[in-house]
């Protein structure tokens, strides 16, 4: 069964007293027993729950694994995972740029208790493989990154990881299944933000951890039963209905922000786009290589003032100044002071995350209409920029 199909069909079949083709909502906290300790597999909903269970077998099937664990948040998730194998004294090798809300979970939850946070640049080798020589316990891969959608190459690491013991875990939320799958790649563990791209419609808050070994899944089940951070019924009802129509939606995004990238890298306000399908990206040929679509975010680093930047990301139309991503609506973002806002700012200057980057997440909206929003608050900021060049030239 293709992707396409799996979306659709994987753990939903019509509701056999009724036919209704969409499985319902069970919206409830408990279950009937039989006797004391006897049920029909489930208990107990945050123990167990038929819709939370059904969105799990949907996801592993996608992600081509067996063990799916649904949460709260992407940071329940993350959590989860950090909570299951990091102990005092015990290192977790990370790259330059990750979401904030792990950088902060790592730097401000797991380092004072005595975890090792270490930053390491994955696209070289030589220092990876010197970072895993220390017996690292987890190394963490975003790949693509956010915000500056850096590409790494995720069977190289997973050889370095596998070979000094450490588990290495993939956040696949910015490729979605549709477009990398990490585990063929060496991945122990994937983690995704299912708010995003997964569920597609900006009306929920979830997460998700995938693995393809029982032993190591293991651990992490339990600590979603065992601490309760998991999603409502409804929520995993939203989801399953969101997946459904995943593979058109991603491919969408990718075609729309492709479009955007090729023409924006051409305008003189913009320093630079990052954007793995673009062929100057120092990525684009392992993302060509270990992905089949180049995913659905692009970030920009403005010329001009930061204040002629916060403007631009604050006036558009048809982009929504607002964090997260991979709705159907377009968002934007100015990461340092939002997303990223959680890391400190001579940190995030270090690591190459400018106060003049903004990301974008284009929705489903007509490219057109997208790139038209766009480059009218480009055309300001270069007006506005030739004006100060022009006073500059006359004092």
Known sequence: MRLATQ??????????VTGAVVPPIFQT???????????RGFDYSRTNNPTRKRLESVLASLEGVDHAAVFASGLAAENAVLQAYL????CILIP?????????????????IGCLVETIDFADQAALARASAKSPRIIWLETPTNPRLLIYDVAAVSRIAHAHGALLVVDNTFATPVFQRPFSLGADIVVHSVTKYLAGHSDLIQGAVLAREG??????KFLQNACGAVPAPFDCWLTLRGIKTLELRVRRHAENALAIAETLARHPSVARVYYPGLAQHPGHAVAARQMTGFGGIVSLELRGEVAQVREFASTRKYFALAESLGGVKSLICHPASMTHASIPRDERLRIGLPDTLVRLSPGLEDAEDLLEDLLTGLDTIEEQRTRERETTSCR
């Open 29 to 39: 906290s408990t279950f009937e027993q039989e006797s004391p300790g006897v049920h």
């Open 7 to 16: 979306c659709i069909h994987v753990a939903q079949p019509a509701e056999p």
């Open 215 to 220: 032993a190591v899944f293991e651990p992490i």
């Open 96 to 112: 330059p740029d990750v979401y904030g809300g792990t950088f902060r979970l790592l730097n401000r939850v797991f380092a004072p």
């Open 87 to 90: 102990r005092p004294g015990d």
